[in-house]
């Protein structure tokens, strides 16, 4: 790193001891190797042997679309939701943000993921206009904005881009540099209500430990931003992580390393301070993975997740709810059973149980979330390039 991190990242903690809900997967596509870019880790023989990539539309045909119908082709949503393309044409689109212009913000990779093609885009939801604000960048899996800078997680950077007059990123510069990471990447950003920034640090071993620095959640303050704080640890892959209209944290956990002869559930975790989840020594509710040295006894000290989802589903995004209390919509990735999750949840003291069911299904790979300014649901999916705008049916 440019400037030493004593300790180390994605997004983080709560949870409860007992009742994980778990999705029980279906079979999904078969994922290509464009779609796995953005899986975080591909230590599995599963992700290892994905089919050459299938073809994904030039950036030049991006579009808006015009009279949209209410349910997309192939796609499926709850009878009181309509769900219609709004941008198509991207290649691997990662994560999204409402620019302080009003505009659309989005990072893909255009291009191979390790390419170093990406690019920002400034894209208009009105009239499917585009205009490339960064390129050249390596693997962006993140952007958040905060007061006068624009930060990307690229490759195992954190980077900075100062605003200028106009709200328009200045070439951006190294911030943190050579992160732990699982030999993907780092997950998503996320700017919390109080003006800080939350990044991981996805988790490698060291023998049966994490490796230093890695398997956090970090939150770094703007004006120290070279000393961030570690907020909770033992997160192999905390990709995801949103702060609820209540002020509480939650983060997504991708965990993919095999444990005890099979493949380990992904979950929701719900973040205070401080949490220990696990990670390598113990997975799901937690169980231990006798494999990495677990034991029934160390487990039962970790802090236990709201949820479960199957494995390899792959949560790369979350976001509250607009329209519903108490409830949180997941994208889950796949390559099993790649859907938008709607996830209910009751807190009960510093955690929460939940449920999960089918919210959007018939996507290939969904990416990322967004509540829009006009209280919209944006959702990205990767391998078609293509951006939905889902919103919910106004009564008579």
């Known amino acids: 790193m440019r400037q030493s991190l004593a300790l180390l990242v994605v997004l983080l903690l709560a949870a409860c001891a007992n009742g994980a809900a778990t999705v029980t997967p279906t079979p999904g596509l078969p994922p290509d190797e464009a779609a796995t870019a953005l899986a975080p880790d591909t230590e599995t023989a599963a992700t290892a042997t994905n089919p050459a990539p299938s073809p994904t539309p030039d ?14 082709q192939g796609l499926s949503v709850p009878a009181d939701y309509t769900i219609s393309p709004a941008i198509k044409g991207l290649q691997g689109p990662t994560q999204m943000l409402t620019a302080p212009d009003g505009r659309l913000w989005v990072v893909h990779l255009n291009g191979e993921e390790s390419a170093g093609t990406g690019q920002l885009l400034a894209l208009s939801l009105t009239d499917g ?3 490339v604000l960064l390129d050249g960048l390596l693997k962006p899996t993140g952007i958040a904005v905060l007061g006068d800078a624009l930060w990307i997680a690229s490759g195992r950077d954190l980077l900075r881009a100062p605003l200028n007059e106009s709200g328009l990123p200045a070439a951006p510069e190294v911030v943190l540099d050579e992160l732990p990471f699982n030999g993907r990447s780092n997950g998503t950003l996320t700017a919390t209500p109080n003006g800080t920034l939350l990044f991981e640090t996805s988790g490698t071993r ?27 640890t033992g997160l192999k892959g905390a990709y995801a992580h949103t702060v609820d209209f209540a002020g509480n944290l939650w983060t997504t956990e991708i965990g993919d390393d095999p444990v005890n002869s099979g493949p380990p559930p992904d979950e929701l975790n719900l973040v205070v301070e401080g949490a220990n989840f696990g990670w390598p020594q113990c997975f799901g509710a937690q169980q231990p993975a006798e494999n990495y040295g677990g034991t029934a006894e160390a487990c039962a000290a970790t802090r236990a997740p709201v949820l479960l989802f199957g494995p390899q589903t792959t949560p790369t995004s979350i976001v509250p709810s607009a329209w519903e209390a108490d409830t949180l919509y997941v994208a889950l990735w796949g390559p099993t059973d790649p859907m938008v999750a709607r996830v209910r949840f009751t807190m009960d003291g510093d955690n929460a149980t939940g449920s999960v069911e089918p919210f959007i299904t018939g996507l290939q790979n969904p990416q990322s979330l967004l509540l829009a300014n006009d209280g919209s649901l944006l959702v990205s999916d990767f391998t078609t390039g293509t951006i939905y705008r889902v919103d919910r049916a106004r009564g008579p």
């Open 59 to 72: 950036v030049a045909a991006l579009s808006a679309t015009s009279t949209p119908e209410p349910v997309a």
């Open 129 to 131: 206009s585009r205009e």
């Open 206 to 232: 060291d023998g049966n430990r994490a490796a230093e620095g890695s398997a956090t959640l970090w939150e770094l303050d703007p004006a120290d931003p070279t000393n961030p704080r570690p907020l909770a």
